[in-house]
């Protein structure tokens, strides 16, 4: 993989990615892996390694995958956690995201201090 044979995608949902991902990995909502997988992955013969927290939605996604041509779809037994227990780097933050990320919606508190103001301002003015 880091001598860019694999293709690496995190089909976790995107804040379990921003709080750790494989080094050089690609998030993508697996709502829409099969829609987004040949522009992430556009050489089918080559390598694509699916990876989620466990490794049961990665597996999934592997399987569909290899539904759709990529013949060299695979899955990490156990998933990031199997990776962490290696003793293998996950990285945190944005880097891997690709368009937007609409896979949850967040609540204003976990955003942020003014996105929390602006729903306050919101529902006040509700009541007038």
């Known amino acids: ?24 990995s690609r998030w993508v909502s697996r709502a829409w892996l ?21 490794g049961a939605r990665s597996a999934l996604s592997a399987a569909a995958l290899a539904g759709e041509g990529y013949a060299n779809a695979a899955f990490i037994e156990g998933g990031k956690r199997a990776w962490r227990e290696a ?9 891997g995201f690709e368009g937007p990320v609409l896979d949850v919606a967040l609540k204003p508190y976990d955003i942020g201090p003014q996105a929390m103001q602006d729903y306050l301002d919101w529902e006040e003015k509700l009541g007038k």
């Open 1 to 24: 993989m880091a001598n860019g044979g694999a293709a690496v995608l995190d089909v976790d949902l995107s804040p379990a990615f921003r709080t750790g991902h494989i080094p050089g």
């Open 34 to 54: 099969e829609e987004r997988a040949p522009g992430l992955c556009p050489d089918r013969p080559g390598e694509v390694l699916i990876v989620c927290e466990d």
């Open 87 to 95: 003793g293998l780097p996950l990285e945190e933050g944005e880097e």
